[in-house]
């Protein structure tokens, strides 16, 4: 009887162990050599479900472990749908804020900047029939006279214009420089229009070595001479134009090429650079009209 009640004990405290056991979940220290793939939730419940069949005794144990199962699933499917609008709103947030950093900079950036003065000075579009009386008016004024606060002009052509509502001469202090955005090709009378004589550019020294450098990248079997292909090329990236056959054999002057002595003396006559007198581009804001 003793004997017969210790073995009853034995099968009793391995039952229990075997009962403590579904509550238990095994930790794996074993480290993998490639990253381990995410797993499904109800595939984990599938398999701890498969390692304690015994404790599934009748059909209605059955049953419920199919119902949580099958709840699992559905939740799965709704986590996943969730975490995705959760993403979708994360990135929508951290968006704004990137947005309203910017524009805070913008804000701290503009604190440099002046804004005074900035009033729209209208001017009679009649104005524009006559040759100086933009510039008497104060509307308009040559471009070679155009410079930033404390900052020397650049000698642009005298043809070249700028409105003062796009920048005033008188303005003070630091300025937020507007980009181009409207140019007025002014033609105050028609009859005045005429091909203007070339003007010959004096180049420095250090203007002639920019220029020998750009050609050189021309210059790409190192001959140091220009045959036709070339010349096309370097008149194009230089004044805009595309030579015709008859005029590029008038360039040539019979020859095979030019040296580079002679391209340089035909890009600073100003031959090919056409230019009407009469014709006046004006840069214009568009506020206001100009």
Known sequence: ??????????????????????????????????????????????????????????????????????????SEGVGEIETEQCREQEAEKEKDQEQEQEIEMERYADLAYQRDCEEVRR????????????????????????????RSPLPFPAYLLVSRNYFDLHWVGERRLKNVAVALDWIPATGDLAPAPPCKADLSAAQEARLHNALRLLDTDDSGSFEPAKLVEALRSAEDITLTEPELAQLLKGGPHLTFDELKEVLTSGVYRREEAGRFPVVVSPAGGG
């Open 1 to 74: 009887p003793v004997a017969r009640r210790q073995g009853s004990s034995l099968e009793l405290r391995s039952e229990l162990t075997r009962a403590l056991d579904v509550f238990l979940e095994h930790v794996d220290t074993e480290v993998r050599e490639g990253v381990p793939q995410p797993r499904a939730f109800v595939d984990v419940l599938s398999e701890r479900r498969d390692g304690f069949l015994d404790f599934v005794q009748s059909k209605e144990d059955a049953r419920v472990v199919e119902e949580i199962l099958r709840a699992v699933t559905n």
């Open 123 to 150: 001017w009679p579009i009649s104005a524009l029939a006559e040759a100086a009386e933009p510039l008497r008016l104060g509307a308009f004024y040559p471009a070679a006279q155009f410079r930033l606060y404390s």
